[in-house]
């Protein structure tokens, strides 16, 4: 575990580790630290048993083999299958769960730290995807059915909606903490805001009172990239921000460069004019789910991006930067006379 | 696959919201059940709703007269599942633009976002 003090902004803590499959960071003020990383702990654990494509032991893996089948899911299956339906039918189904079959027909059928980066050509026989309609949810039954031969992946909605969960929770527990405190008459100084940042490989989101400034964002296009690396740096006040891109998660088989997001049209690798796109949104499902339109979509997921408001960010695959819906533009920074 | 009906920003924002805002009420209360949280209490705390404490709360907005007009979100037999944008009320649903609005900045980042 690393901790650190991020520079300038007193009381602001911060914890990293991996999770997922993926880098976690949590920053926060107001509440322990300690804390907060066992409570998102626990719910990073909780959705890694339950939606994880890469555990055999996995009720979403359970689910999948059942295809055709009615069968009983837990609620936090429920609740993350809705989620990826409702991403689904906001973007007329370009950001849609029933993509499992094609990331396995694509290779990517462990988790992404054991793909080999480059390995023998593989013979591909590309299919739109069965789509989301093909899936059935009951609420009052607690049941989901997969079409036969359908196989749902999480992974587009699921870990944004987690990185919203966790942010979540940890305000939650940070507030039952201080009314337990409060009842049993200890002193404390827990009129303190309490604000939480939640990153799941670059999927932010937040919660509570920002610090001095807001929440401080670097934008790249490797979640991996030092924090305080040369680059673009934003803030918000709240909300979130998610990216999506072509440029990470890639690997080849072949002459084939392969990368992680696929068109649901064609069931491969989404062409896209944009390899990375950054949105802010109220939520991080939301933001994320906007910004893997805009590269999955096509020129309509481009124009919901557009129609959406939401500012955003996108790199063209050559590089050009452009800034929509507000989006402040460095350029257009004037420093003020002395 | 079949189109889904033309809707506003706001319209699928405000969709996308509600039931992340159900969502997330349903699974942390769940988690309290496992002892990791100190109580329901704790939901009503930033962005977060406590109409959403349990599962029901969405099959019950799509069943209680007010939910007509939206399209089944899945194929489902279940109309139940048919969770309804017209049931939408009060400030839970509301999206809060204002939230996410983008400033220029600089310093070191308290995170980066970025592929992954």
């Known amino acids: 575990m690393s901790v650190d003090a991020t520079a300038a902004v007193p009381e602001v803590r911060a914890a990293a580790w991996s999770a997922l499959g993926t880098g976690v960071r949590i920053v926060v003020h107001g509440t322990a630290l300690d804390a907060a990383r066992g409570v998102v702990e626990e719910l ?48 007329n189904g370009a950001v849609d769960p029933t993509v499992g079959r094609a990331m396995r027909a694509i290779g990517y059928d462990i988790d992404f730290r054991q793909l080999p980066a480059d390995a023998g050509s593989l013979e591909i026989r590309l299919e739109p995807i069965p789509g989301w309609q093909s899936v059935e949810l009951s609420r009052t039954r607690g049941t989901v059915r997969l079409a036969p031969g359908v196989e749902l992946d999480l992974g587009s909605t699921g870990k944004a909606w987690a990185a919203d969960l966790a942010a979540a929770a940890v305000a939650a527990d940070a507030r039952a903490r201080r009314g337990g405190a409060s009842r049993a008459g200890r002193a404390s100084a ?60 890639r690997w080849r088989r072949g002459e ?81 006379l002395a | 696959m079949q189109p889904a009906p033309d809707r ?8 996308v919201d509600r039931v992340r805002r159900l969502t997330i009420g349903s699974t942390i209360a769940g988690m309290v059940g496992l002892g990791a949280f100190g109580g329901l209490a704790a939901l009503s705390d930033s962005g977060m709703s406590t109409d959403g404490v349990t599962t029901a709360a969405i099959s019950d907005a799509s069943s209680g007269g007010a939910a007509t007009t939206a399209p089944a979100p899945t194929a489902s037999t279940d109309q139940s599942a048919t969770t309804d944008d017209s049931a939408t009320s009060g400030s839970a649903a509301t999206t809060d633009d204002s939230s996410s609005a983008v400033t220029q900045s600089s310093g070191t980042a308290h995170a980066t976002s970025g592929g992954s």
Do not use: K
């Not at chain 1, 899911?73 to 609740?79: H, T, V």
């Not at chain 1, 960010?313 to 533009?329: F, Q, S």
């Open chain 1, 190 to 249: 827990d009129d303190r805001p309490v604000g939480v940042l939640v990153s799941l490989g670059g999927d932010i989101a937040t919660t509570g009172t920002p610090p001095d400034g807001g929440w401080r964002i670097l934008i790249a296009e490797d979640s991996e990239t030092p924090l305080d690396a040369l680059g673009e740096t934003v803030a918000i006040a709240g909300g979130a921000i998610a990216t999506s891109s072509t440029t990470v998660r």
């Open chain 2, 8 to 15: 506003s920003p706001a319209e699928r924002d405000r969709a």
């Open chain 1, 44 to 91: 990073l654990d909780r959705v890694d048993r339950t939606y994880s494509r890469f555990r055999p032991d996995s009720e979403l893996v359970a689910l999948n083999a059942r295809a055709g089948e009615t069968v009983a899911a837990s609620p936090l299956l429920l609740d993350a299958i809705e989620i990826a339906l409702w991403a689904a039918r906001d973007t």
């Open chain 1, 256 to 336: 084939t460069a392969i990368h992680h997001l696929v068109d649901p049209r064609t069931g491969a690798p989404a062409s896209s004019p944009w390899r990375t796109v950054t949105v802010a949104a109220p939520s991080c499902v939301l933001a994320n789910t906007v910004a893997t339109d805009a590269i999955t979509g096509g020129s309509a997921g481009f124009e919901r991006l557009l129609a959406s408001g939401r500012p955003a960010r996108l790199v063209a695959t050559e590089g050009t930067i452009h800034r929509l819906n507000g989006w402040p533009d460095p350029a257009a920074v004037v420093e003020p």
